[in-house]
């Protein structure tokens, strides 16, 4: 079982940045997938980006050249850089860890972004 906890959210104006930290109880090294996801109440949530444990990320066409995934294995951390942000990127965002080893994805408890003037 891993145990994440997301931080770094918060209230930023339009064309701010902001970075998210989803620390793991245990190490990321060796999991398939990691991801990033985003939910606005009243919707499906929705992929961010996600990164394999080879590093080949995917982006969602919302955050592409905007946002960046990465994963410190020595910090059993994963990373969303967030930049020019806009008001439609208000959601709670979501970390996630998959693997063919595990019986479910896992995920963390969500950490709030507001992006407004």
């Known amino acids: 079982q891993v145990h994440l906890v997301e931080s770094g959210g918060g209230l930023v104006q339009p064309g701010g940045s902001l970075r998210l930290s989803c620390a793991a109880s245990d190490s990321i090294r060796s999991i398939d997938t990691m991801g990033w996801y985003r939910q606005v109440a009243g919707k499906q949530r929705e992929l961010v980006a996600a990164?394999?444990?080879?590093?080949?990320?995917h982006y969602a066409d919302s955050g592409k050249g905007r946002f960046t995934i990465s994963r410190n294995n020595v910090a059993n951390t994963l990373y969303l850089q967030m930049n020019s942000l806009k008001p439609e990127d208000t959601a709670v965002y979501y970390c996630s860890a998959s693997d063919a080893a595990f019986s479910r994805p896992y995920w963390g408890q969500g950490t709030q972004v507001t992006v407004s003037s």
């Open positions: 990164e394999t444990l080879f590093g080949l990320a």
